[in-house]
């Protein structure tokens, strides 16, 4: 095959290797494009996991069966906790922006591993095929929850196997990802970038680079265990063959805990670009949020424990997990006082960006405070798998890691298409959401707090109040989602043309053409100054 | 960028470790036929790491590359250790 002629002046979109435009895309090993592919994959199930969440929800809207059997509930929150765990929120936003802006925010033409990169995408699309297999086989979707606790995940009838392969399969995906950056990041970095002038969003892809590199391996052999327990019955985790069920929650929180930082770590990297941007400012302790960044990465690893305090660990585990769950949220802590350090007394300038980074740190806080209340054990054993957990999770990654990814898609949306957005749609679309959001999870602590449990399908009158208002805060949060993405479509397609740097960042993406060309830069910049040392 | 000298390791060096990882997986098996009760799993765990400390070091080449690998692979192995004894201060204390 000849070698097709490349303009490097060109937008990446325009170069094309094939003739067919989706060879383009599947096989190209652009980091851009491989981004865009994440982007669209990760937007796709997003639909489904939310579509899934509202049937639950409007389930819940009346006591007894609404609109599903109780077996069809099972199995709708099961599904919508692997779609948004495994397919959205781990490989989110590393996935999507990482790959994307990762190489131009540290003066490079690609990642280290171009062609592992596409790898990456094509295990993630073979893991979410296989996971999604477990919906049509067998018989039945599976029911354990998207924890796939033993002894019952081989004990149910259900069709578990193809979501644990799934499952596994897709921590390849995130494996092959974390040590991309890792190399990425130590290597190729442009000249004069030390590690001290790096932007944050690639240091908190760096730290949890680290997290998936190590983690994500843990739950890969308790997936296999698990599968080979259910077809063997080998007895790792079943007390009936002399397993330790308890085991299985250690070895799977011992990955799933430090997950969450894979979650919302990339979340505060897109925090901290959005904020000195908006605000003209430098970052407030910049050095402060690197070392907070990789202590929430660090400590991070040893507090799985506070998700078992009432499976029945031994009283010393109790306390010295409830001690070390407080101590991280300690750096939590340092990046909040900064970001809001930074406003004080910026020039603000209050983009929609900016308004998703303020509803990140409003709805962050209202998750990290009251996850408080579940790191501590006296209060934890309270209200342990109520609705009042799902409510704090909820907070922390959807009004956390989710907000962040909005925040970002605003931030960076005139970078990878182009083109601005509807300003007006894209406002009503984000007070619906916070609107919604705070309607369909506020009352959920109140009902955990009254006892109400989780995954139950049906629930005494006392709780139908609180029900009837969460499943209206559903339904218009699940509108105000649907103005956002139909908003941001439409103007990637329709959109006016947007400068090269609409919200005067200082980061390198912002020095590159909208969108880039191939390589990014026509020779690979110099960098002399910190990423946000604005003057006035 | 580092410009760190190359380091060739003999065939033979490749062989005595490929035996010495051939005699020691036989030692953690033949070790399994003695009756150490509890001790056991501590004999073959110790064999195990042996084991890994010397794919790590030769075949892995990690003997002869810069100071900031080792130390890297040394943070790895602390964090391991670190959840392993947190694990079992449930299992001790239970």
Redesign the interface.
Same mark, same amino acid.
């Given at each position: 095959m000849a070698e097709p002629t490349i303009n490097l002046e060109q937008s990446f979109y325009e170069v094309k290797n094939y003739k067919s435009p989706i060879l383009n895309w599947i096989l190209s090993t652009d980091h851009k494009r491989i981004g865009l592919l994440y982007l669209y994959s990760i937007m796709t199930f997003f639909v489904v996991g939310a579509l899934l969440g509202l049937a639950m929800k409007l389930e819940l809207i009346a006591p007894g069966k609404t609109i599903m059997e109780a077996q069809t509930y099972n199995a709708a929150f099961t599904f919508h906790g692997i779609i948004m765990i495994f397919l959205i929120i781990i490989p989110g936003l590393p996935a999507v922006f990482g790959n994307f802006l990762l190489p131009i925010m540290i003066g490079a033409k690609d990642v280290a591993f171009p062609k592992l990169n596409l790898l990456s995408w094509w295990i993630y699309v073979l893991g979410a095929i296989v996971a999604l297999l477990s919906q049509v086989m067998g018989d039945g979707p599976p029911d354990t929850g998207w924890t796939f606790y033993a002894p019952y995940s081989f004990k149910t009838t259900s069709t578990v196997l193809p979501a644990l392969i799934g499952a596994f399969i897709l921590g390849f995906s995130s494996i092959l990802t974390g040590l991309n950056f890792i190399v990425t990041i130590h290597r190729m970095r442009a000249p004069g970038m030390t590690w001290l002038k790096m932007p944050l969003f690639p240091w908190t892809l760096y730290a949890t680079a680290w997290i998936q590199l190590l983690a994500t391996p843990v739950v890969g052999i308790t997936l296999l265990m698990v599968i080979a327990e259910k077809m063997f019955q080998i007895g790792f985790f079943d007390p009936a063959l002399g397993g330790d069920p308890i085991l299985f929650q250690h070895l799977f929180w011992i990955y799933s805990h430090p997950a969450v930082y894979i979650m919302i770590l990339p979340a505060m990297g897109v925090i901290s670009e959005v904020i000195p941007t908006f605000c003209q400012k430098t970052i407030f302790g910049y050095k402060a949020i690197i070392a907070s960044t990789l202590l929430i990465a660090f400590v991070g690893y040893f507090v799985w424990g506070h998700h078992m305090y009432t499976a029945g660990m031994s009283d010393t585990a109790l306390w010295l997990f409830s001690l070390l769950t407080f101590l991280v949220a300690i750096p939590s802590a340092i990046k909040i006082f900064n970001w809001i350090a930074t406003l004080y007394k910026g020039s603000i300038n209050l983009e929609i960006p900016l308004y998703w980074a303020l509803g990140f740190l409003f709805l962050f806080m209202i998750g990290g405070l009251t996850g408080l209340v579940l790191g501590s054990v006296a209060t934890d054993v309270y209200v342990h798998d109520t609705s009042f957990v799902v409510a704090h999770f909820h907070f922390v990654m959807f009004g956390g890691t989710g907000t962040g990814f909005f925040a970002a898609l605003h931030y960076w949306f005139p970078k990878m298409y182009g083109k601005s957005y509807d300003n007006t749609w894209a406002k009503v679309g984000f007070w619906g959401f916070i609107i919604g959001f705070m309607m369909l999870y506020m009352p959920m602590f109140t009902l955990g707090m009254q006892g109400m449990p989780r995954r139950y399908f049906d629930y005494l009158e006392q709780f139908h109040g609180g029900n009837i208002l969460s499943s209206f805060g559903a339904i218009i949060l699940i509108a105000s989602l649907a103005i956002v993405i139909i908003n941001l479509v439409t103007s990637a397609k329709r959109g006016k043309k947007a400068p090269k740097n609409p919200w005067d960042g200082i980061t390198l993406e912002w020095q590159v053409d909208s969108p880039p060309t191939l390589e990014n830069f026509e020779t690979i910049p110099v960098v002399e100054k910190g990423p946000y040392d604005y003057k006035k | #960028?580092d410009n760190h000298s190359k380091h060739i390791v003999p065939y033979k060096t490749y062989l005595i470790i490929l035996a010495s990882l051939i005699v020691l997986t036989i030692l953690s098996i033949l070790i399994t036929e003695i009756e150490l009760g509890e001790y056991s799993t501590a004999g073959a765990l110790i064999f195990a790491s042996v084991k890994t400390f010397l794919v790590l070091s030769y075949f892995m080449h990690l003997k002869f590359d810069n100071l900031i690998l080792k130390i890297f692979v040394g943070l /790895?192995i602390a /964090?391991f250790v670190? /959840?392993v004894v =947190?694990?079992f #201060?449930?299992? =001790?204390?239970?």
């Open positions: - | #960028m /790895v /964090v670190a /959840v =947190i694990t #201060m449930d299992y =001790i204390h239970r």
